[in-house]
DNA sequence: ACCTGAACACCGTTCAAGT
DNA sequence: ACCTGAACACCGTTCAAGT
């Protein structure tokens, strides 16, 4: 469903919005302007609505993107030698991927997250962190019940709990990624009250015809 | 320096204003809008701005209140019979009041945190949060390295994971705090890579002048 | 088909006029 | 000393006019 394809000036304008947005959103958050970014990128604000149906739909897209970057690093340490340092590793990529942008943190709170192309990259990101999961598991240092949409929410939980302390120490998050990641570790794992979050939880209440 | 006091209809209507927009805010979210408050209260717009410099700020003032309500709740767990049980109580507590408050998760995330009234009251809920870990710690259940801010923090962390699907189940959160109170336990403790914020990180930023 | 910027609606904040 | 609502500034969004 990529639609036809769009115009050349369309496509590069989208590209340079895009672009635009993700700095301007990286620096000053979520309450930038839309003006500040159409500047920026050189076009006129209402090219802005033309592309994305909100500003809302615009940070959607860019945390999609983040979100597949993300994904990549995932895919690239699957063939590392220790599996349980790999999905360490890849979880601190996920904090640190946020602590230098702004409004990754606001955005994954946010409604945006409802939004299908963000649903989609999450799923394709739970995906990587649960064969990384399955790896470590396997090697014993993981737990039997955690899943990939937990780890997947628990990078997430890691950098917000230290976002307002952020400029006081900026590198406070390794602290609480550490003590996150202990609790994912098999020596302390105690039965969970509630079910993982499926497939259905981050695809629902869309979708009605088929 | 509560000043001097109030005129009578002046705290009469800070009085209605603070109990306005935390039923709005609660409902809403801090999308509210000021006029909501405003006539839900029953007084005029400019009266919020007389009674709080802006928008920001009388969210500060709630969540402070929130925050000295759950220190309330803690305290009353310092006299109960298993120590690890009280804490975890206490931390439950902590999430199901910002699961049914819109804008309590919003308030903890944003630059609100840095207001001396919510440092403040953030100060007393951490040694009230350090009291109970403190006895848990004793029983041996609790890690050493963890301290009454890190409970704090954690408390946050645990419902914002799962903000984004509480439509879906909101129940979530139960998960989440499971798996990070399985981190705080000792069993699985590794070293932390960062020392944990003391009082100076939350009183960052102010005072210049004594 | 797409771009543009003027116009609109809404909201936080200020302030002159009231009591 | 405090309240009020009209006025202001700003911003997201729409749309008629352009190419």
Known sequence: MPQRPLRADAARNRRL??????????????????????ARAGVG???????????????AAILADHL???????????DADDPTAALLEFMTAGVERQ????????????????EPQVRAASERLAKVAEALTDRARRQG?????????????LIS????????LQS???????????????GLRSEAA????????GRDQFTAATDAGG
Do not use: N
């Open 68 to 78: 597949d970057e993300l994904a990549a690093t995932g895919t690239a340490l699957l």
């Open 157 to 164: 939980a890691a950098y917000q709990v230290t976002a307002p």
């Open 45 to 59: 604000k209402g090219t802005v609505f033309r592309h994305f149906a909100s500003k809302e739909y615009l940070v």
């Open 99 to 114: 602590s230098v942008d702004r409004s990754f943190c606001q955005a994954t709170t946010g409604a945006v997250r409802g």
């Open 141 to 153: 240092a993981v737990r039997d019940d955690v899943t990939g949409h937990d780890v997947v929410l």
């Open 168 to 182: 006081a120490d900026p590198a406070l998050w390794q602290r609480y990624l550490a003590l996150i990641f202990d």
């Open 190 to 197: 105690h039965p969970l009250p509630h079910p993982a979050p």
């Open 17 to 38: 919005l895009l672009d635009a947005a993700a700095g301007t959103f990286a620096e000053y958050g979520m309450e930038a302007s839309i003006a500040q970014v159409a």
